[in-house]
């Protein structure tokens, strides 16, 4: 209020605030969005543990827990955090926030086509959460979508109108995704400054620039994907369900000439699912990298080849969608080559983690709440990813696949440390955009009751699932027979799980209150407080530079994360800094 000159004035600021084209206000804009997201996707995922093991629990304004109602709870659940969180906010967020800066650049390529895509992912996510108030609710087919449940409007409640929503909202969604690749792409290609050749390229920008382009490749064959799905329930195609398929007693395409599979579905739709897992954590891994090596005043061990593994993690990444497939009736020499090309990727991750450790070790690094979510990173990784090669193997895949064995591996490997790679880029850059630190007291202690959380609820899932609890199952209370005597003996840690969900959920308020509390009250951060040599910091293009720098001309001469020891002093050498020390030649 105090800085509004005119009624008018106001206005159009605000407007000029919520169109820009600025990557930085679009990049805020995506970040809010994320945390919308992943605020509703965490109160979802603890109505699904509640309703787990205390079923009675009614839901305010809503009533008890139906078998529908569970499974739209999943459906949404994963659909937010896959897209609108694990998606956005690393590659969108933080990309357009840091971005541009880190390669010398002052702006996106395409700002306009950019500001576009923040409005096609804004109704994406609105078309969504619209979707539980239809008749019928949300869909309740899973992220995944699978036919014929996705493929016919009477195959249960939310499959109707709910299910045409759901395809709508990722339709959009996939469309702003390519768009903002194909930005990432461009800007990384076109606008680097002077300088910053390949091998100088912060591995968070080869982090963005590799998941950009898997991005380009996958978001185009789930549109694709999507629109067939699309024909099969409103043209009258047979892409995805056989002739004379019975459905709730009906007997579908029953008419037509062509005879669907499913199985197609599955194709291409995990040829988009895989690789977008290292959509989501590509970033992440890149950050860990840079700031593992700066807070312990080391280079990053081997950079050339981190660029490297970086580069074959995505390429692998294209190459292993079958492993999702084991049990759907591939053809067995088929499943042997998926299994040889996921375990292959245990190659390149085991060594990024070799470099995260080299980096560090017998290093003095600072532990700051960035480094600690950054070696948290690292750990979940490690304890996530030791499960990938178990489940690589077809024979153990058989008796694992969807059970809660699967959902320990991904929730630790990509939804955890995922989130881990957000917190440390929160932490680390939110002095960037602010001048203002985050509390270090409360950035440690939700550091500490975030993994300790994180442990506690994902770890035990691994014995309910070797237990043999299926996941997409509403109810472990109160089942007939057999099976249920197998759920009734989960229940003991299904309990301790779901009272870990909580407490885990519960933690995030801290970090809540300190992004509050730190925005206005947070104590003023030097220009560059962590003294980092990545251009974000450069004088030149800092956002909340106090300083003009008189030359505007940005020129990198050496690559990121070098410092020189000299008699017992260090000294940061940022990639602009040129004067009078020799440049390192690069590994
Ligand atoms: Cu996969």
Known sequence: MAHRKTKGGATVSFRRYLFSTNHRVIGVQYLVLALVSVTI????????????VWPDYIVPFHGPILPEDYLALVTIHGTIMLFFVLTTAPQSGFGNLILPSQIGARRMAFPVANAISFWLTATALLILLSSTFVPGGSAISGWTAYPPFSAIASAGPGQGFGMDMWLASIAVFAIAGTIGAINTLVTIIKLRCEGMTWDRIPLTVWGWFTAALLSVIAFSVLLAALLLLFCDRHAGTSFFVPTGDLVNGVIHAAGHPGNGSPLLWLHLFWFFGHPEVYIAILPGMGLTSMLLANFSRRRVFAYRMMIFTTLLIGFLGILLWGHHMFVAGLNPYAASAFAVSTMAIAIPASAKVLSWLVTVWRSRPRYTTAMLF???????????????????????????????????????IMAMAGIFGLFAATYY??????????????????????????????????LTG???????????????NAAGHLLAGTLPLNRFITWSAIFLATAQLLFFANLIHSLYRGKIAPPNPWQATT?????????????????GRIVVYRQPCEYLATAGEELILPQWRSDGIPNIKPE
């Not at 996707?41 to 309703?51: C, K, Y």
């Not at 955009?433 to 975030?450: A, I, N, P, Q, V």
């Not at 251009?535 to 030359?551: G, I, M």
């Open 466 to 480: 070797l237990m043999g609890e299926p996941r997409h199952y509403a109810q472990l209370i109160g089942v007939p």
């Open 374 to 412: 950054s070696l948290g990173f690292v750990s979940l990784f490690i304890t996530g990813g030791l499960t990938g090669p178990v489940l690589a193997q077809p024979i153990l895949d058989e008796y694992l696949h969807n059970t809660f064995f699967v959902v320990a591996h991904f929730h630790l």
């Open 41 to 52: 996707g965490t109160l979802l995922s603890l109505l699904m543990r509640i309703h787990l």
């Open 535 to 551: 251009l974000e910091w450069h004088p030149a293009l800092h956002p909340n530079a106090p300083f003009e720098t008189s030359d």
């Open 429 to 462: 850059w939110f002095p960037l955009m602010s001048g203002r630190f985050m509390s270090e007291r409360l950035g440690r202690l939700h550091f500490w009751t975030t993994i300790v959380g994180a442990y506690a609820t994902f770890l035990p899932m691994h």
